[in-house]
């Protein structure tokens, strides 16, 4: 049986029942416990009626569809609302520019307090148009692929809306990758273009994002050009005739761009995250089914009214930076934040000090965050007026019941909603998630599935369909949702192999769950080799075949380990060339943890390495990771069998080496 914890129910709170402390005009919840119930249920049995009239009411449509959904699982041709054509960025823009133009879309909270700035609709669409305009310019066309490498500023959002506008696909690259990761996302998605900055600023230190765009662009063939927002103003080298400043180039253009209508199942955009095995996956999303998902979970699970300023922390590289900073809000025609600082940039109360001054109504961020301010101390929460604040939110990661307690009184004040949304880079938008006004919340749960999500738990061997309540297993899901990814750029068996093909007929999420006895689910974590360090996906083979790019390694195995912050560090086992010597043990691990940096970006670094003299294997050649793990978590003492091993003796080399390192 599962080990959560059942520690208390929490009723709907006071803010989502219009009372509580401030004087706030709190909105009515748009969605309570019956109709959540009978939502849920039309979603699942009246599918092509709910979704029909859902996809109406939410898409403005240049051509409306005639069949809501198309395929399945078997096949992964999953299509949804297919005769359709839209554009995002009119239904993200135009739209609330022609009907709200004054109206705040983007906060811009810079990194140093005070020096942000608001940005209207009216002045969205323009600059959206602009640069959609100088992109054409370039010969950027519909279908065709450009890299977005900035950081947190709202040039980010004009960039994706500017690409979904003339009907190109963006594939935003997180500021923090290395410039070969950068390359090799550019190299797999055939882009033509890249969009980055001078530089960027981060928690008071500069990243020097146009220099590892020029090295990543050393071989980038296709790439013909780059455009440069200015940032910080530094004097960064430009190359005549490649790279272009997106201030002068957006301003030589008209401020309106007719918006190119694309069909429902065109991709909107790719974005690679991680998996258990090789490299780095191109996820696809559609246009409609995707803004669908993440319109609706906006106004659902954040219980999103007109007048709301919403704020995700999450980074634009991200999926919930694309999701919850720039399609979710703005196809909702609400305010949105931009945040480019961290929780702790200039002192630990950042984030209050932000949600105060900007009087926001839904407040998301990280399990791994929540943990950090937990650790410094309540009070650089007190004595903020957090009052504007309904809903409370985490994703990346299970929350742990004590950082969940710690957000609900500190920050929410017992009176805001705390929504913990299951999700995954692959389903676009929320699919399990307590919903405001109708779902009575545990700390720990992610609670309830979205409307149109029927979540399994099915026996991880056998893939048998478990029953009933009180029940573990694997998490998979039963019908095809509109947010769901369509495919892996140019690689659709490993798509189908990866999630279709492990349990037929179903979406496998690689992740393990519980459900209680009310039926709530709760997250375990993945079960496959990937490490969810403060809620970053990393796999582990990523860092190994890092690893093993330094002359001296002749063979590695990462594993997750618990950390009190960060939720998993990154272990590294390393066995080293028989023919390689060193002097220095520290200068070498050093050396490896700059590997990694450098091959894939500073947020994958390993916490610990372990330079060990072997590594554990079984007669057929397979490293056992489980005796890995066990070691790392200090559980030398429970090993199980180790008789399968080749050379059983190989484990008492490790233990020792662990114990040193101690
Ligand atoms: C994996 C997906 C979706 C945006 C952030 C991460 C884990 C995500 C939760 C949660 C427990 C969670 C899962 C999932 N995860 N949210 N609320 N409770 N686990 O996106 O990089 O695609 O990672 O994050 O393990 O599979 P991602």
Redesign the pocket.
């Known amino acids: 049986m599962a080990e959560y914890r059942e520690v208390k129910t929490y009723d709907i709170p006071a803010r989502l029942k219009g009372k509580g402390t401030g004087s706030h005009d709190r909105p009515k919840p748009h969605i309570d416990e019956a109709t959540y119930k009978s939502n849920y249920q039309a979603s699942i049995t009246k599918i092509d009626e709910f979704w029909g009239k859902l996809g109406r009411e939410t898409i403005d449509w240049d051509v409306p569809f005639k069949t809501v959904r198309h395929g399945g699982f078997e096949k992964g041709d999953v299509a949804w609302f297919p005769e359709g054509q839209l554009n995002a960025s009119y239904n993200c823009v135009d739209r609330w520019a022609f009907r709200h133009p004054d109206k705040t879309a983007i906060i811009w909270e810079a990194d140093e307090p005070g020096q942000g700035k608001e940005i209207s609709y009216k002045e969205l669409l323009a600059e959206v148009c602009q640069v959609a305009n100088a992109l054409t310019n370039m010969g950027v066309r519909k279908g065709d692929a450009v890299i977005v490498y900035l950081p947190m500023i709202p040039e980010a959002a004009v960039a994706l809306l500017a690409c979904a506008r003339i009907g190109a696909v963006h594939s935003v690259v997180f500021a923090g990758f290395s410039a070969d990761s950068l390359r090799d996302r550019a190299v797999d998605c055939d882009a033509r273009v890249v969009i980055t900055t001078d530089e960027g600023k981060r928690g008071g230190r500069t990243i020097a994002t146009k220099s590892i765009v020029d090295a990543a662009l050393k071989e980038c063939p296709k790439v013909e050009h780059c455009l440069v927002v200015k940032r910080t103003g530094s004097d960064v080298p430009m190359q005549e005739g490649r790279d272009k400043w997106w201030h002068d180039a957006a301003a030589a253009e008209r401020a309106y761009c007719s918006p190119v209508p694309v069909q429902s199942e065109d991709p909107l955009f790719i974005l690679y ?2 998996g258990s095995t090789g490299k780095p996956k191109g ?1 696809v999303h559609s246009t409609a089914g995707y803004l669908l998902g993440t319109a609706l979970t906006v106004k659902h699970i954040f219980d999103v009214h007109e007048n709301d300023r919403f704020a995700c922390m ?1 980074d634009v590289g ?3 930076g694309h ?1 919850y900073i720039v399609y979710g809000p703005l196809m909702n025609g609400v305010t949105t934040l931009i945040f480019e600082s961290t929780p702790v940039y200039p002192t630990a109360s950042r984030y209050w000090e932000v949600v105060a001054q900007h009087k926001l109504t839904q407040f998301y961020t ?2 791994t965050s929540i943990r950090l301010l937990r650790r410094l101390g309540e009070e650089h929460v007190k004595g903020h007026d957090l009052t504007s604040l309904r809903v409370i939110g ?6 742990n019941p004590e950082a969940w307690d710690w957000y609900n009184e500190n920050v929410g004040h017992g009176e805001c909603a705390v929504v ?8 676009g938008a929320h699919m ?2 307590p919903f405001p006004g109708a779902t009575k919340t545990k700390p720990g749960s ?1 609670t309830v599935p979205f409307w149109g999500v029927e979540p399994v738990l099915l026996d991880p061997q056998s893939g048998k369909l478990i029953e009933g309540n009180e029940v573990e297993g694997v998490l998979a899901i039963k019908q095809p949702w509109p947010s769901m990814a369509r495919t892996i750029k140019g690689d659709h068996q490993r798509f189908l192999d990866v999630y279709l093909k492990p349990y037929p007929g179903y979406y496998f ?3 393990g769950a519980a459900r209680d006895k009310d039926g709530y689910i709760w ?4 079960v496959d080799d ?1 490490c ?1 360090v403060s ?3 990393i796999g582990t083979a990523e860092i190994e075949s890092a690893l093993i790019q330094h002359p001296g390694v002749s063979e590695s195995a990462v594993v997750g380990i618990a950390d009190e912050v960060t939720g998993q560090a990154i272990c590294a086992y390393v066995a080293l060339k028989p023919s390689f010597s060193y002097d220095s043990h520290e200068a070498l691990v050093k050396e490896l943890v700059l590997q990694v940096r450098r091959n894939i970006g500073p947020f994958a670094a390993p916490k610990k390495i372990l330079v060990v003299k072997d590594l554990p294997k079984t007669r057929s050649g397979k490293i056992m990771r489980r005796i890995l793990r066990k070691v790392a978590s200090n559980e030398a003492d429970q090993l199980g069998d180790v008789s399968s091993l080749a050379d059983p003796s190989v484990v008492d080399g490790i233990i020792e080496v662990w114990n040193k390192d101690q």
């Open positions: 995250t991680s996820v999450a991200w999926i919930t999701s990280a399990p985490t994703v990346g990661e299970p929350i913990d949304t299951y999700w995954q880079t692959e389903t399990i998630s992610a999420t690689g992740d997250i375990k974590g993945r990937v969810n809620g970053h996906r």
